[in-house]
Protein backbone atom coordinates (compact mmCIF):
# COMPACT_ATOMS: atom_id res chain seq x y z
CA UNK A 1 0.00 0.00 0.00
CA UNK A 2 1.74 3.28 -0.81
CA UNK A 3 1.24 6.18 1.81
CA UNK A 4 -1.49 8.59 -0.20
CA UNK A 5 -3.47 5.57 -1.37
CA UNK A 6 -7.55 6.92 -1.35
CA UNK A 7 -6.37 10.10 -0.12
CA UNK A 8 -7.94 13.25 -2.46
CA UNK A 9 -5.83 16.14 -2.55
CA UNK A 10 -6.52 19.58 -3.82
CA UNK A 11 -3.56 21.12 -5.04
CA UNK A 12 -3.82 25.42 -5.51
CA UNK A 13 -1.09 26.89 -7.93
CA UNK A 14 -0.73 30.31 -8.08
CA UNK A 15 1.48 32.47 -10.27
CA UNK A 16 4.80 32.26 -8.72
CA UNK A 17 8.21 31.11 -10.59
CA UNK A 18 8.11 28.34 -8.37
CA UNK A 19 5.14 26.92 -9.98
CA UNK A 20 6.52 24.59 -12.13
CA UNK A 21 7.44 22.63 -8.93
CA UNK A 22 4.15 21.79 -8.15
CA UNK A 23 4.60 19.84 -11.36
CA UNK A 24 7.22 18.13 -9.14
CA UNK A 25 4.92 17.88 -6.00
CA UNK A 26 1.93 16.47 -8.32
CA UNK A 27 4.04 13.90 -9.54
CA UNK A 28 5.12 12.98 -6.30
CA UNK A 29 1.40 13.36 -4.98
CA UNK A 30 -0.02 10.72 -7.32
CA UNK A 31 3.05 8.45 -7.12
CA UNK A 32 2.13 7.92 -3.57
CA UNK A 33 -1.38 7.52 -4.21
CA UNK A 34 -3.09 10.36 -4.06
CA UNK A 35 -5.87 11.30 -6.46
CA UNK A 36 -4.95 15.10 -6.76
CA UNK A 37 -7.78 18.17 -8.03
CA UNK A 38 -5.54 21.07 -9.45
CA UNK A 39 -6.54 24.41 -9.40
CA UNK A 40 -5.12 27.50 -11.25
CA UNK A 41 -4.95 30.42 -10.47
CA UNK A 42 -4.66 32.78 -14.27
CA UNK A 43 -0.91 34.32 -13.28
CA UNK A 44 -0.03 30.42 -12.52
CA UNK A 45 -1.06 29.47 -16.20
CA UNK A 46 0.87 31.96 -17.71
CA UNK A 47 3.61 30.37 -16.20
CA UNK A 48 2.81 26.63 -16.95
CA UNK A 49 0.46 25.59 -18.77
CA UNK A 50 -2.75 23.47 -17.47
CA UNK A 51 -2.19 20.94 -19.92
CA UNK A 52 0.97 19.87 -17.66
CA UNK A 53 -1.36 19.33 -14.51
CA UNK A 54 -3.91 17.75 -16.63
CA UNK A 55 -1.54 15.17 -17.94
CA UNK A 56 0.05 14.69 -14.81
CA UNK A 57 -3.06 14.17 -12.51
CA UNK A 58 -5.38 12.68 -15.00
CA UNK A 59 -8.11 14.96 -14.30
CA UNK A 60 -9.46 17.97 -15.16
CA UNK A 61 -7.55 21.62 -13.92
CA UNK A 62 -10.15 24.04 -13.12
CA UNK A 63 -9.47 27.68 -13.29
CA UNK A 64 -11.99 29.80 -14.10
CA UNK A 65 -15.10 29.43 -11.77
CA UNK A 66 -17.97 30.54 -13.97
CA UNK A 67 -16.76 26.81 -16.19
CA UNK A 68 -18.54 24.81 -13.63
CA UNK A 69 -20.44 27.10 -11.82
CA UNK A 70 -20.60 24.87 -9.01
CA UNK A 71 -16.84 23.20 -8.92
CA UNK A 72 -15.59 25.14 -6.33
CA UNK A 73 -18.25 23.85 -3.78
CA UNK A 74 -17.33 19.93 -4.82
CA UNK A 75 -13.68 20.20 -4.65
CA UNK A 76 -13.65 21.62 -1.24
CA UNK A 77 -15.90 19.27 0.43
CA UNK A 78 -14.40 16.14 -1.54
CA UNK A 79 -10.63 16.77 -0.21
CA UNK A 80 -8.97 15.69 2.52
CA UNK A 81 -6.39 18.38 2.63
CA UNK A 82 -6.04 21.24 0.22
CA UNK A 83 -2.30 22.42 -0.61
CA UNK A 84 -1.17 25.61 -1.96
CA UNK A 85 1.88 25.42 -3.69
CA UNK A 86 3.15 28.34 -4.76
CA UNK A 87 1.27 30.50 -2.48
CA UNK A 88 2.30 34.05 -3.96
CA UNK A 89 1.47 36.96 -1.48
CA UNK A 90 -1.30 38.34 -3.41
CA UNK A 91 -3.08 34.51 -2.78
CA UNK A 92 -1.99 35.03 0.56
CA UNK A 93 -3.79 38.07 1.35
CA UNK A 94 -6.81 37.28 -0.32
CA UNK A 95 -7.06 34.50 1.28
CA UNK A 96 -6.27 36.44 4.57
CA UNK A 97 -9.48 38.35 3.62
CA UNK A 98 -11.65 35.66 3.21
CA UNK A 99 -11.61 36.91 -0.57
CA UNK A 100 -13.64 34.57 -3.33
CA UNK A 101 -12.90 36.42 -6.06
CA UNK A 102 -11.81 33.54 -8.00
CA UNK A 103 -11.77 29.21 -8.38
CA UNK A 104 -8.99 29.13 -6.62
CA UNK A 105 -9.45 31.22 -3.30
CA UNK A 106 -13.28 30.64 -3.94
CA UNK A 107 -12.43 26.38 -3.63
CA UNK A 108 -10.27 27.33 -0.74
CA UNK A 109 -12.97 29.30 0.77
CA UNK A 110 -15.10 26.04 0.73
CA UNK A 111 -12.64 23.89 1.96
CA UNK A 112 -13.41 22.31 4.96
CA UNK A 113 -10.37 20.05 5.29
CA UNK A 114 -7.15 20.99 6.57
CA UNK A 115 -5.09 23.63 4.13
CA UNK A 116 -1.28 23.40 3.96
CA UNK A 117 -0.05 26.83 2.09
CA UNK A 118 3.41 26.90 1.01
CA UNK A 119 4.79 30.61 0.13
CA UNK A 120 7.47 31.76 -2.23
CA UNK A 121 8.24 35.19 -3.25
CA UNK A 122 10.83 37.41 -3.28
CA UNK A 123 12.52 37.91 -0.07
CA UNK A 124 11.36 41.89 0.30
CA UNK A 125 8.00 40.69 -0.14
CA UNK A 126 7.83 38.05 2.39
CA UNK A 127 9.71 40.49 4.70
CA UNK A 128 6.92 43.10 4.75
CA UNK A 129 4.51 43.79 7.52
CA UNK A 130 1.54 42.67 5.11
CA UNK A 131 2.66 39.62 4.25
CA UNK A 132 3.39 38.65 7.53
CA UNK A 133 0.22 39.87 8.63
CA UNK A 134 -1.52 37.60 6.10
CA UNK A 135 0.33 34.42 7.53
CA UNK A 136 -0.44 35.28 11.24
CA UNK A 137 -3.84 36.02 10.27
CA UNK A 138 -3.96 32.55 8.53
CA UNK A 139 -2.13 30.56 10.83
CA UNK A 140 -4.72 32.16 13.65
CA UNK A 141 -7.28 30.37 11.53
CA UNK A 142 -5.46 27.07 11.99
CA UNK A 143 -3.94 27.32 8.50
CA UNK A 144 -0.86 25.41 8.66
CA UNK A 145 1.80 27.13 6.81
CA UNK A 146 5.21 25.79 5.55
CA UNK A 147 7.42 28.50 5.66
CA UNK A 148 9.98 29.30 2.47
CA UNK A 149 13.49 28.20 2.39
CA UNK A 150 16.24 30.26 2.32
CA UNK A 151 18.50 30.35 -1.14
CA UNK A 152 18.56 31.52 -4.44
CA UNK A 153 15.50 33.49 -5.77
CA UNK A 154 14.56 33.74 -9.29
CA UNK A 155 15.87 37.21 -9.52
CA UNK A 156 18.94 36.02 -8.92
CA UNK A 157 19.29 37.47 -5.23
CA UNK A 158 19.64 35.14 -2.35
CA UNK A 159 17.08 34.96 0.65
CA UNK A 160 14.34 33.43 2.19
CA UNK A 161 11.35 33.36 -0.32
CA UNK A 162 12.42 29.64 -1.87
CA UNK A 163 9.03 27.26 -2.51
CA UNK A 164 10.39 24.32 -0.08
CA UNK A 165 11.12 21.21 -1.91
CA UNK A 166 8.68 18.30 -3.42
CA UNK A 167 10.10 15.79 -0.92
CA UNK A 168 9.57 18.42 2.21
CA UNK A 169 5.76 19.70 1.08
CA UNK A 170 4.79 16.13 0.56
CA UNK A 171 6.31 14.91 3.88
CA UNK A 172 4.26 17.42 5.46
CA UNK A 173 1.16 16.41 3.80
CA UNK A 174 1.63 13.22 4.72
CA UNK A 175 2.10 14.12 8.55
CA UNK A 176 -0.62 16.73 8.17
CA UNK A 177 -3.06 13.33 7.19
CA UNK A 178 -1.49 11.10 9.35
CA UNK A 179 -3.43 12.38 12.80
CA UNK A 180 -4.79 8.60 13.53
CA UNK A 181 -1.54 6.94 14.24
CA UNK A 182 -1.04 6.13 17.60
CA UNK A 183 2.62 7.28 17.27
CA UNK A 184 1.06 11.07 16.72
CA UNK A 185 2.21 13.53 18.85
CA UNK A 186 4.60 11.07 20.50
CA UNK A 187 8.03 11.02 21.01
CA UNK A 188 9.60 8.27 19.27
CA UNK A 189 13.14 7.66 19.35
CA UNK A 190 15.49 6.10 16.41
CA UNK A 191 18.66 5.45 16.70
CA UNK A 192 20.70 4.74 13.17
CA UNK A 193 23.99 4.34 11.69
CA UNK A 194 27.41 3.01 12.88
CA UNK A 195 29.31 3.74 16.31
CA UNK A 196 32.68 4.09 16.58
CA UNK A 197 35.49 3.56 18.90
CA UNK A 198 39.17 5.54 18.53
CA UNK A 199 42.24 4.04 18.34
CA UNK A 200 43.97 7.63 18.72
CA UNK A 201 42.65 10.97 17.65
CA UNK A 202 42.56 10.13 13.77
CA UNK A 203 41.84 6.20 13.85
CA UNK A 204 39.00 4.56 15.19
CA UNK A 205 37.57 0.72 15.02
CA UNK A 206 33.85 0.93 13.43
CA UNK A 207 31.58 -1.03 11.94
CA UNK A 208 29.73 -0.85 8.33
CA UNK A 209 26.27 0.41 8.49
CA UNK A 210 25.49 3.51 6.35
CA UNK A 211 22.40 5.01 8.70
CA UNK A 212 19.71 4.74 5.79
CA UNK A 213 17.48 1.88 7.50
CA UNK A 214 17.12 4.80 10.35
CA UNK A 215 16.96 7.06 8.26
CA UNK A 216 13.80 5.35 6.48
CA UNK A 217 12.23 5.27 10.10
CA UNK A 218 12.83 8.67 11.27
CA UNK A 219 11.11 9.94 8.40
CA UNK A 220 8.26 7.52 8.13
CA UNK A 221 7.34 7.99 11.85
CA UNK A 222 7.67 11.51 11.44
CA UNK A 223 5.31 12.00 9.05
CA UNK A 224 3.02 9.99 11.06
CA UNK A 225 2.83 12.43 13.46
CA UNK A 226 5.82 11.34 16.26
CA UNK A 227 7.81 13.69 17.57
CA UNK A 228 10.94 12.13 16.55
CA UNK A 229 14.59 12.22 17.60
CA UNK A 230 17.11 10.61 15.65
CA UNK A 231 20.27 9.46 17.51
CA UNK A 232 22.62 8.98 14.60
CA UNK A 233 26.36 8.04 14.56
CA UNK A 234 28.86 9.14 11.86
CA UNK A 235 26.67 8.86 8.23
CA UNK A 236 27.46 10.66 4.93
CA UNK A 237 23.46 11.01 4.85
CA UNK A 238 22.47 14.36 5.38
CA UNK A 239 19.87 15.22 7.99
CA UNK A 240 15.93 14.39 6.99
CA UNK A 241 13.39 16.62 7.02
CA UNK A 242 11.63 16.93 10.65
CA UNK A 243 13.29 14.69 13.08
CA UNK A 244 15.40 16.56 15.63
CA UNK A 245 19.02 14.63 15.05
CA UNK A 246 21.23 14.15 17.54
CA UNK A 247 25.03 12.78 16.39
CA UNK A 248 27.13 10.93 18.94
CA UNK A 249 30.35 9.09 18.22
CA UNK A 250 30.68 5.99 20.25
CA UNK A 251 28.36 3.67 21.50
CA UNK A 252 28.81 4.89 25.57
CA UNK A 253 27.64 8.92 24.25
CA UNK A 254 24.94 6.63 22.33
CA UNK A 255 23.84 5.18 25.75
CA UNK A 256 24.01 8.10 27.32
CA UNK A 257 21.59 9.92 24.87
CA UNK A 258 19.51 7.34 25.40
CA UNK A 259 19.46 6.68 29.25
CA UNK A 260 18.22 10.57 29.48
CA UNK A 261 15.75 10.68 26.64
CA UNK A 262 14.17 7.12 26.76
CA UNK A 263 11.83 8.32 30.44
CA UNK A 264 9.87 9.99 28.68
CA UNK A 265 9.58 8.24 25.26
CA UNK A 266 6.71 6.13 23.29
CA UNK A 267 8.91 3.73 21.38
CA UNK A 268 12.65 3.33 20.49
CA UNK A 269 13.30 1.66 17.16
CA UNK A 270 16.69 0.57 17.43
CA UNK A 271 18.31 0.27 13.89
CA UNK A 272 21.70 1.46 15.07
CA UNK A 273 24.95 -0.93 14.33
CA UNK A 274 26.45 -0.48 17.70
CA UNK A 275 29.92 -1.98 17.60
CA UNK A 276 30.20 -4.84 20.03
CA UNK A 277 33.78 -4.14 20.61
CA UNK A 278 35.97 -1.35 22.13
CA UNK A 279 39.40 -0.33 21.96
CA UNK A 280 40.90 -1.23 25.07
CA UNK A 281 43.14 1.31 25.66
CA UNK A 282 43.06 4.58 23.43
CA UNK A 283 45.57 6.85 22.84
CA UNK A 284 45.42 10.37 23.35
CA UNK A 285 47.88 11.22 20.59
CA UNK A 286 48.33 9.93 16.82
CA UNK A 287 50.65 7.10 17.07
CA UNK A 288 53.26 6.64 14.84
CA UNK A 289 53.47 4.84 12.20
CA UNK A 290 57.18 3.71 12.46
CA UNK A 291 56.18 1.76 15.43
CA UNK A 292 58.31 -0.98 15.86
CA UNK A 293 56.49 -4.77 15.19
CA UNK A 294 53.26 -3.35 14.32
CA UNK A 295 50.53 -2.71 16.47
CA UNK A 296 48.49 -4.50 18.74
CA UNK A 297 45.06 -3.75 19.78
CA UNK A 298 42.78 -5.37 22.57
CA UNK A 299 39.37 -5.05 22.25
CA UNK A 300 36.87 -5.11 24.87
CA UNK A 301 33.20 -5.11 25.15
CA UNK A 302 31.48 -2.49 24.83
CA UNK A 303 27.94 -1.81 26.19
CA UNK A 304 24.82 -3.90 24.84
CA UNK A 305 22.18 -1.03 24.89
CA UNK A 306 19.51 -2.87 24.76
CA UNK A 307 20.54 -4.75 27.51
CA UNK A 308 21.46 -2.09 29.51
CA UNK A 309 18.56 -0.36 29.03
CA UNK A 310 16.21 -2.96 29.51
CA UNK A 311 15.21 -2.46 32.98
CA UNK A 312 14.39 1.56 32.21
CA UNK A 313 12.28 1.12 29.00
CA UNK A 314 10.30 -1.51 31.05
CA UNK A 315 9.78 0.92 33.48
CA UNK A 316 8.52 3.57 31.27
CA UNK A 317 6.58 1.09 29.20
CA UNK A 318 8.70 2.41 25.80
CA UNK A 319 7.81 0.01 23.05
CA UNK A 320 10.94 -1.32 21.79
CA UNK A 321 11.58 -2.41 18.22
CA UNK A 322 15.17 -4.12 17.42
CA UNK A 323 17.19 -5.85 14.59
CA UNK A 324 18.99 -8.96 14.78
CA UNK A 325 21.22 -10.08 11.97
CA UNK A 326 21.61 -13.54 12.44
CA UNK A 327 23.42 -16.53 10.27
CA UNK A 328 22.50 -19.54 11.49
CA UNK A 329 19.02 -20.43 12.90
CA UNK A 330 17.73 -17.36 12.36
CA UNK A 331 14.05 -17.34 13.68
CA UNK A 332 14.67 -19.05 17.00
CA UNK A 333 18.09 -16.65 17.88
CA UNK A 334 16.09 -13.39 16.93
CA UNK A 335 12.91 -14.93 19.18
CA UNK A 336 15.59 -15.60 21.75
CA UNK A 337 17.26 -12.03 21.30
CA UNK A 338 13.75 -10.26 21.20
CA UNK A 339 12.87 -11.99 24.90
CA UNK A 340 16.21 -11.79 26.37
CA UNK A 341 16.84 -7.55 25.69
CA UNK A 342 13.26 -7.18 26.06
CA UNK A 343 11.62 -5.97 22.71
CA UNK A 344 8.64 -5.70 21.34
CA UNK A 345 9.32 -6.35 18.33
CA UNK A 346 12.58 -7.48 15.96
CA UNK A 347 13.26 -7.35 12.25
CA UNK A 348 15.25 -10.21 11.02
CA UNK A 349 18.27 -9.65 8.87
CA UNK A 350 19.98 -12.79 7.36
CA UNK A 351 23.22 -12.14 7.01
CA UNK A 352 25.07 -13.53 3.88
CA UNK A 353 22.29 -12.27 1.27
CA UNK A 354 23.37 -10.23 -1.82
CA UNK A 355 22.02 -6.86 -2.05
CA UNK A 356 19.89 -6.48 1.80
CA UNK A 357 20.98 -4.77 5.04
CA UNK A 358 24.15 -3.08 5.80
CA UNK A 359 25.14 -0.27 3.48
CA UNK A 360 22.45 -1.88 1.14
CA UNK A 361 19.47 0.73 -0.55
CA UNK A 362 17.33 -2.55 -0.26
CA UNK A 363 16.60 -4.65 2.29
CA UNK A 364 14.85 -7.97 3.68
CA UNK A 365 13.80 -8.72 6.97
CA UNK A 366 11.31 -10.93 8.68
CA UNK A 367 9.58 -9.16 11.34
CA UNK A 368 8.95 -11.27 14.69
CA UNK A 369 6.68 -9.71 17.34
CA UNK A 370 6.59 -11.32 20.83
CA UNK A 371 3.46 -12.32 20.56
CA UNK A 372 5.05 -15.00 18.28
CA UNK A 373 4.17 -13.80 14.98
CA UNK A 374 6.71 -13.92 12.23
CA UNK A 375 5.99 -12.55 8.67
CA UNK A 376 8.71 -12.82 6.49
CA UNK A 377 8.73 -9.67 3.75
CA UNK A 378 9.84 -9.44 0.46
CA UNK A 379 12.93 -7.41 -0.68
CA UNK A 380 12.36 -3.63 -0.74
CA UNK A 381 13.72 -0.33 -0.29
CA UNK A 382 14.23 0.50 3.33
CA UNK A 383 12.05 3.24 2.84
CA UNK A 384 9.33 0.45 2.39
CA UNK A 385 10.58 -1.30 5.06
CA UNK A 386 10.02 1.46 7.52
CA UNK A 387 6.46 1.85 6.41
CA UNK A 388 5.53 -1.55 6.54
CA UNK A 389 7.63 -2.01 10.25
CA UNK A 390 5.54 0.93 11.65
CA UNK A 391 2.52 -0.29 10.03
CA UNK A 392 2.71 -3.54 12.20
CA UNK A 393 3.79 -1.50 15.01
CA UNK A 394 0.74 0.81 14.85
CA UNK A 395 -1.47 -2.22 14.44
CA UNK A 396 0.07 -3.75 17.62
CA UNK A 397 -0.41 -0.52 19.90
CA UNK A 398 -4.43 -0.16 18.33
CA UNK A 399 -5.16 -3.99 19.34
O1 LIG B 1 22.77 -8.82 19.59
P1 LIG B 1 22.59 -8.07 18.36
O2 LIG B 1 23.72 -7.09 18.09
O3 LIG B 1 22.31 -8.90 17.16
O4 LIG B 1 21.26 -7.24 18.63
C1 LIG B 1 20.69 -6.46 17.67
C2 LIG B 1 19.93 -5.34 18.30
O5 LIG B 1 20.56 -4.88 19.47
C3 LIG B 1 19.86 -4.13 17.39
O6 LIG B 1 18.62 -3.52 17.51
C4 LIG B 1 20.99 -3.26 17.88
O7 LIG B 1 20.75 -1.91 17.60
C5 LIG B 1 21.04 -3.57 19.35
N1 LIG B 1 22.39 -3.53 19.91
C6 LIG B 1 22.61 -2.83 21.05
N2 LIG B 1 23.86 -2.78 21.60
C7 LIG B 1 24.88 -3.46 21.04
C8 LIG B 1 24.66 -4.20 19.87
C9 LIG B 1 23.39 -4.23 19.33
O8 LIG B 1 21.69 -2.24 21.58
N3 LIG B 1 26.09 -3.39 21.59
Redesign the pocket.
Known amino acids: MRPLDGRRILLVVSGGIAAYKSAILLRRLTASGAQVDVVMTSAAQKLVGAATFEALSGRTVFSDLWERPLAHIELGRDADLAVVAPATANILGRMAMGLADDMATSTLLAAACPILVCPAMNVRMWDQPATRESIERLAARGIHVLEPAHGELAEGEVGVGRLEEPEVILAHIGRLLETASPLAGRKVIV?AGPTRSPIDPVRFVGNRSSGRMGWALASSAWRRGAEVLLVAGPTELKPPYGPAVVRVEE?REMLEVLSRELPDAYALL???????FLVAEPAAHKIKKELAGGLDLRLER??????ETKELRARHAVVTL?????TDAPVENATR?LQA?GMDMVALNVAGREGTGLEAEMNQVTIIDVAGAIEELPLLPKEEVADRLLDRLEERLRG
Open positions: TSMTAAVSDGPDILAGFALEKK
